[in-house]
Nanobody
Framework: VQLQASGGGLVQAGDSLRLSCAAS????????MAWFRQAPGKERDFVAA????????YYADSVKSRFTISRDNAKSTVYLQMNSLKPEDTAVYYC???????????????????WGQGTLVTVSS
């Protein structure tokens, strides 16, 4: 499986940005796709996830009500719509996919199988 993330950039606080992650290759019949982010000098943190089959979504508290994860089945692509961006959202955003994810582990990065290359989001104040 290969993941190609795109859509990062430099924006001002309060602006919006949409990230995309296209998946190619064989995937399991039931899997999650997720976004994590890593700010400079910090650990990689969970942002949002979506169960591909049911479209159920999960969010970190820090982004709930501002970010929306969605997917396009025909394009095998997951999106992260980010609104009301804050300087603390500045990070490299990674998309990932996992077939062994259960609800209690959706926020744990080591449970995911494949990772995209990351796309940088910079939010200026």
């Amino acid at each position: 499986v290969q993941l190609q993330a795109s859509g990062g950039g430099l924006v001002q606080a309060g602006d919006s940005l949409r990230l995309s992650c296209a998946a190619s290759g064989r995937t399991a019949s039931s899997y999650f796709m997720a976004w994590f982010r890593q700010a400079p000098g910090k650990e990689r943190d969970f942002v949002a996830a979506i169960r591909w089959s049911s479209r159920h979504t999960y969010y970190a508290d820090s982004v709930k009500s501002r970010f929306t994860i969605s997917r396009d089945n025909a394009k095998s692509t997951v999106y992260l719509q980010m609104n009301s961006l804050k300087p603390e959202d500045t990070a490299v955003y990674y998309c990932t996919i996992g077939s062994r994810i259960i609800l209690s582990t959706v926020q744990i990065d080591r449970n995911y199988d494949y990772w995209g290359q990351g796309t940088l989001v910079t939010v200026s104040s």
